[in-house]
Nanobody
Framework: QVQLVESGGGSVKAGGSLRISCVLS????????VGWFRQAPGEEREGVAR??????YVFDSWKGRFTISQDNAKSPVYLQMDSLKPEDTGMYYC????????????????WGQGTQVTVSS
């Protein structure tokens, strides 16, 4: 099994920055794609970004403000969040699978517990 633990969430003012992390543990061999998702109250979970063998992808809604990174395959996956807006508020989940097919579809095998990000006006 693979465990994912997110951390780094909190409350920030609009325009501020925050970096959240996802630490993977357990048997992670072959787990090659890691993604970040956001779910706001009353809204569907949506993809934010993903990284595959060091190659990042950020969805259009967050492109230019959010950056996903990972130093190596055994390092935490980070999501750098800049120029935060109130609408960025939500629970941010880290998820992972062998490839990005399921991550892109929102159905990866492994999920973290989430970390709350709140952006005030």
């Amino acid at each position: 099994q693979v465990q994912l633990v997110e951390s780094g969430g909190g409350s920030v003012k609009a325009g501020g920055s925050l970096r959240i992390s996802c630490v993977l543990s357990g048997y992670t061999v072959g787990v090659n794609c890691v993604g970040w998702f956001r779910q706001a109250p009353g809204e569907e979970r949506e993809g934010v970004a993903r990284i595959y063998f060091g190659s990042p992808y950020v969805f259009d809604s967050w492109k230019g403000r959010f950056t996903i990174s990972q130093d190596n395959a055994k390092s935490p996956v980070y999501l750098q969040m800049d120029s935060l807006k109130p609408e960025d508020t939500g629970m941010y989940y880290c998820a992972a699978d062998k490839t990005c097919r399921t991550v892109a579809a929102g159905t990866p095998k492994y999920w973290g517990q989430g970390t709350q990000v709140t952006v005030s006006s």
